[in-house]
Every structure is written in structure tokens, then in C-alpha cells.
């Protein structure tokens, strides 16, 4: 977006220094024969009657800058309140049009929920532009349930997709994969290769990383400084530096776990993160997404993502060292360290794509994140947690919801939603709808994100389903030894000592409701209603590509 300069000036007559002293005044007149003024005599005795007029004159002239003054704050603001606009909506395209709701008093012939096994036929894909909302300033529950039933008719599941040859992703993301080479170090459980370095070793070599980071971070890059120098090495007369990417991502979903996952896994001594836990460099930060409302800045390239887990590189370094005395300094030398990374935004959020597509007749996102990931990690370990999908949307509205939350604005967002959902499945897709940028965007809570298993066909389209390790969070929670000997072993991680074990397990929960959250009591059983008849289909599904009924959560 090319930014806009508004400017004005205010024209003004210079003051005179003899204003009042003497009987001359300067009138402007094209009266005059000399030039632009002409010079009039005042009496002595006029001088009262004079300065009547000259006052009149004076509180007109102060009603006229008054107004002047107004309708220049008026324009500023107004110049402000449109780039604002033109910031937000940078990242939404063209919204839909607006359309008639479903009539409550008239609705279609009711449909059964369409079952997994046999879903019903798609809706033929319309132009994204040309998709009407079904947004109603009517929202009684009566309603609302009528446009459930409308979204639950139409579930269908496509039964796959087509996948982007290689030659394609190269050319959408040509940097990067001249960066990250197509086989890794032999010997090591993570994937490192040798990276020559051309820059200039005196020099910063984190200057220029666009990451923020904390105070905690930067202590952690002032190390890494300190330390970079000596983790080059020579070889055939250049410099090399150790660089890796993440042996296993925790992909999602978002209010579902990650973060007490994350924190349990890196108490274990084979594992070790980024420096940030949620870098989300795949699905914003790569293209240019810092914050959503924020607009779109300079792209995050590649070196900055690596960078995040140069502390680790040198670790794993160290340990390939031919320094034996350096390699016993390290605890456990004889183990394989492996490197996660755990943005939760990795597996549902696509958003960016319609900003760099060069087909903008596609309803769909050519390319998805595990594109990208499986072409440049054929053998990467991803890990995944669930929860029920109504109790996750609660959460997530109380954590992102800001002030004046309440069960009743849950209630109306929600109806708002699903009428958004509506309207957009009433014209295309079910899965168009669920990657549509629009539609997410201009959804006040973020629903999409509980089609779980939307997602997770995609991801199953590409890798192996022995790659995904698929949790719940109920499960978890009941029983956190049993889950977390699940990840160690899903990531063939070494024994622990029982004492190594307990601390694992027994910390207390990360991330949990804050007391005022939990202050706002449960939502309302009406609401509860609605999100389990409308994720109902898509749990079905869930449980049967997983082949586990526990996914349905349907149980009291």
C-alpha cells in the first residue's frame, strides 16, 4: 500500500507593527489606481467607531478560523481513520456481499446430518467474489439452529487433493530452498548441514534478524555472539557454520495444549527449542505477517528462522566435535540431541496465501504449509493435540476475546459466526470456506480452527500417518505420564531416570485458565447446543479417519 500524505497550510497576513498607533490602515481595494492598495485617512474622531467595526471584524474572522480549524481536524482525522482502514483490511480481500438470511419462517426442507460414510455432494465452487453472506441482524436461538441444520446438510469431505510438484514450490519459494539443501548430515538424528559463511566474522551476525526478542532472549543472542566465532571452522580455505532445522514440530491446535507439551518436552536432556517458542515463520512471518492488523511488512527470509536455533546447532556441533575433552563437558556427549519447534499456527493457518497467489480465480490455497515442510523434510515428525472443539472455542474467545467478555457476547459471536459459515458453504465448499482468508478474518471468534479433521486430511495427504502423532488433551490431562511416554517414544528418545520421569510429569499444568476467565463461569447451555450440533459431522470423521471414537466427545 502506497501511503498517503495529506497536507494543508493556513495563510495568514503578517501582523503590522504600528497596528492602532496611527491613523493609516492598509485595505486591499480594486478600487485602486496605484496597485493592491489603496491608502485611506482616518479621522482622530473616527477612531471609536473604527474600532467597532474593526472588533465585528475581528470575532467574524475568529468564527471563520473556528470553523477552518474544524474542518481541518475533521479531514486529518477522517485521512487517519482511512489509512487505518486500508492497514486492517490489507490482509482481507474484497468482502462479500451482503446477503438475505434463511428465513425461519420458511426454511428448506430439513436435511440429516450428512455422515462420514456418505457425504453429501459438493456444492459447485463459485468465484470467491461473488459469494453472498447470510449475516442477519436476527439472531433468536430458533434461527441460529436453522442455520446450523443449513451448514450440517452440506458437510462433505473431499478425499484428497492435488498435491504441487516440486518444481512449483521451488518456484514460489526460490531463496529458500537454495538455502536448505536437499540431504542432511549423515550420522546425526537431526537434520544439520555445513553452511558456508561469507560475512564478515567481526561483524554482528544476528544485526539484521527481524525476530523481536525479550530481555531473556537477547541474553540468549549475546551468547550466541560470543560464541559464534568459535563454531566456525576451516575447511578447503572457507568458512563453515553448523546450521539445523527442527527434527518435530507440535503443529496445533491453538487452546489445545502446546504450550504444557512444549514446556514437559524440553525438560527432557535429548530435546532443545528455538529461541521463541511459537516463531510462526511458516505461515506468517515468511510473508512478511508480524501481527494480522498490522498489515504486511518486509518478509522474514529463511536465515532469521535458522538463526532461532543456532544455540542448539552448536550444541549438536559440539557434539561431532573432534575436542573429546569439550564433548564429555556436555551432559549426556553419547546422546542424540533432537530440535522442536512448536508454533500452534502450523497446521490450520493459511492465510497468507491469497496475498501471493498468482491465480486469484482459485477459491483454494495452492500450496499449504506441509508443502513447503515435506518438500525441504520428507522425514519430519509432527505432532498434534486436540480437544473438544466447543470447549476449545470457549477458550480461545476468553484468552483472545479482550474486554467485556461475557457468556452472552460468546453467544452472540458465535451466532454471528455460524452465520458467516452459512452463507459462504450455501456457494462453494466446505474446505474452501475453511481456508477462505476472508471469511476467517471477518469472523469475530475463530471457529474454523475446531474442523480438526479438515486439516488433518490435508496434512495426511502428504505425509505418512505414522509422521502424525494425534492427542487429546482430555487425555492428557488425566494422565500425563501416559501421554508424554507417547511423544518419547513417537520421537525414539533415550531412557530416563525415574527422578527425570517424575519431574517430566509432575510439574504443575502450563498455560491454565486465569482466574479471571474461569470468574466468567461456563458458557451458556444454548450456546454448548449449537457448536455440538455444528462440529458434530466433522468429529465423526475425525473418529473415523483416527480409527478412535474418543474423538467424537460425546461422552457425559
Not at 194 to 208: A, F, K, L, Q, R
Not at 364 to 374: A, K, M
Not at 429 to 444: K, Q
Not at 497 to 504: C, H, K, N, R
Request: aromatic share 12%; with cysteine; glycine share 4%.
Amino acid at each position: 500500500m502506497t501511503p498517503m500524505d495529506y497536507k494543508y497550510s493556513l495563510l495568514t497576513a503578517a501582523p503590522s507593527d504600528d497596528y492602532g498607533q496611527g491613523p493609516v490602515l492598509l485595505l486591499h481595494t480594486d478600487a485602486s489606481p496605484g496597485g493592491l492598495f489603496g491608502v485611506l485617512e482616518v479621522r482622530r474622531g473616527d477612531v471609536a467607531a473604527w474600532h467597532r467595526s474593526a472588533l465585528g471584524f475581528l470575532n467574524r474572522l475568529k468564527v471563520c478560523s473556528f470553523m477552518c480549524f474544524l474542518t481541518v481536524t475533521f479531514l486529518v482525522t477522517a485521512s487517519y481513520m482511512l489509512l487505518a482502514d486500508r492497514k486492517g483490511l490489507l490482509l482481507t480481500p474484497p468482502p462479500y456481499r451482503f446477503g438475505s438470511p434463511v428465513s425461519p419462517a420458511s426454511p428448506a426442507s430439513p436435511v440429516s446430518p450428512v455422515s462420514p460414510a456418505s457425504p453429501a455432494s459438493p456444492v459447485s465452487p463459485a468465484s470467491p467474489a461473488a459469494l453472498d453472506f447470510n449475516l442477519s441482524a436476527s439472531r433468536d436461538l430458533a434461527h441460529v439452529r436453522l442455520v446450523v441444520k443449513s451448514i450440517v446438510a452440506r458437510v462433505a469431505f473431499q478425499s484428497s487433493r492435488r498435491l504441487p510438484e516440486r518444481k512449483a514450490l521451488v518456484s514460489s519459494e526460490p531463496h529458500m530452498f537454495s538455502v536448505i539443501p536437499r540431504k542432511f548430515l549423515p550420522g546425526l538424528k537431526n537434520p544439520c548441514w555445513y553452511e558456508e559463511y561469507t560475512g564478515n566474522i567481526t561483524s554482528d551476525p544476528y544485526g539484521n534478524n527481524k525476530y523481536e526478542f525479550s530481555k531473556r532472549f537477547r541474553t540468549l543472542l549475546k551468547f550466541l555472539r560470543n560464541s559464534f566465532r568459535e563454531h566456525l571452522f576451516h575447511w578447503d580455505g572457507k568458512l563453515y557454520r553448523t546450521r539445523c532445522l527442527p527434527y518435530f514440530y507440535i503443529i496445533g491446535q491453538p487452546k489445545c495444549g502446546t504450550t504444557d507439551l512444549y514446556d514437559r518436552l524440553k525438560m527432557h536432556p535429548d530435546v532443545r527449542f528455538g529461541i521463541s517458542k511459537e516463531p510462526h515463520w511458516w505461515t506468517r512471518k515468511r510473508f512478511g505477517i508480524v501481527r494480522l492488523k498490522d498489515g504486511v511488512h518486509d518478509r522474514f527470509p529463511v536465515e532469521d528462522y535458522l538463526d532461532l536455533f543456532d544455540l542448539s546447532a552448536f550444541q549438536i556441533q559440539d557434539q561431532l566435535s573432534a575436542n573429546a575433552s569439550r564433548a564429555r563437558d556436555l551432559p549426556y556427549p553419547e546422546r542424540h540431541i533432537i530440535i522442536g519447534e512448536a508454533s500452534a499456527s502450523t497446521m490450520w493457518d493459511n492465510k497468507a496465501w491469497t496475498y501471493y497467489s498468482d491465480n486469484s480465480t482459485t477459491e483454494e490455497p495452492p500450496y499449504l504449509n506441509q508443502d513447503f515442510i515435506h518438500a525441504l523434510q520428507p522425514d519430519a515428525r509432527l505432532i498434534v493435540i486436540f480437544r473438544d472443539p466447543v470447549e476449545r472455542l470457549y477458550s480461545d474467545y476468553l484468552y483472545f476475546g479482550g474486554t467485556n467478555k461475557s457468556a452472552e457476547d460468546f453467544h452472540e459471536k458465535v451466532s454471528e459466526s455460524l452465520q458467516l459459515f452459512d452463507g459462504c458453504v450455501a456457494m462453494t465448499t466446505i474446505r474452501s470456506c475453511v481456508y477462505n482468508s476472508t471469511l476467517n478474518n471477518g469472523m469475530p471468534i475463530r471457529m474454523p480452527v475446531g474442523l480438526y479433521v479438515v486439516f488433518l486430511l490435508d496434512w495426511l495427504t502428504i505425509f505418512h500417518r505414522d509422521q502424525l502423532l494425534v492427542l487429546r488433551l482430555e487425555d492428557h490431562a488425566l494422565n500425563r505420564k501416559y501421554t508424554m511416554k507417547r511423544v518419547f517414544d513417537f520421537l525414539h528418545l533415550g531412557p530416563l531416570t525415574e527422578q527425570q520421569e517424575a519431574e517430566i510429569t509432575q510439574s504443575p499444568a502450563s498455560n491454565t485458565r486465569k482466574e479471571a476467565n474461569r470468574n466468567l463461569g461456563p458458557m451458556l447451555a444454548s450456546t454448548r447446543d449449537l457448536l455440538q450440533d455444528f462440529y458434530k459431522p466433522f468429529n465423526q470423521k475425525l473418529a473415523q479417519v483416527l480409527h478412535n471414537n474418543s474423538f467424537l466427545w460425546d461422552g457425559p
